[in-house]
């Protein structure tokens, strides 16, 4: 719906895409607020991955009925049959809306890649769309390098 205001990735498209269960992020307090912010960031980057040729992105559908889950990401992205899962929490501090996000290799269940995110609450959507787009690219980013370097854990690359 966005579609412009994606930015163009400046990596290779993957000779196999690899596929990505993005799982509904956690609210950082559980108020309502925060549990809004958290739905609406993992439903752009749903349909932000999914854009990108590199990986194929799991259904929403699919991917919600883990949310709160106590499942191992070996557990989840088994049932789901996927290769990557993307996790993190959302919510309000303030003015600010702060996102953490960790992209897991659920075969060891390490992170590839993890990294905090900060956006003015005065243009909420605009910041959580900025967010996610951010978030999908380094994502992006972080696989196509992976596969072109044939890194295993991958857990010093990105980490910030």
Do not use: Y
């Not at 060891?108 to 609450?121: K, M, P, V, Y």
Request: glycine residues 8%.
């Amino acid at each position: 719906m966005f579609l412009s205001q994606r930015a163009a990735p400046s990596t290779a498209v993957l000779a196999h895409p690899l596929t990505l269960a993005v799982l509904p992020f956690q609210s950082s307090s559980n108020t309502p607020d925060d549990n809004n912010v958290a739905l609406n960031i993992t439903e752009e980057l749903i349909g932000d991955c999914g854009r990108s040729k590199a990986v194929r992105v799991i259904d929403q559908s699919l991917v919600m009925r883990f949310e709160g889950s106590t499942d191992t990401p070996q557990r989840i992205a088994q049932l789901l049959h996927s290769d990557k899962l993307l996790r993190g929490t959302a919510g309000r501090s303030g003015k600010n809306i702060r996102v953490a996000a960790q992209l897991i290799d659920p075969t060891t269940g390490n992170a590839i890649w993890s990294r905090q995110f900060e956006g003015n609450d005065e243009s909420l959507l605009e910041s959580e769309r900025q967010i996610a787009n951010e978030i999908s690219t380094a994502v992006e980013i972080s696989l196509a390098s992976q596969s072109h370097s044939g890194v295993g854990n991958g857990a010093e690359q990105g980490l910030q």
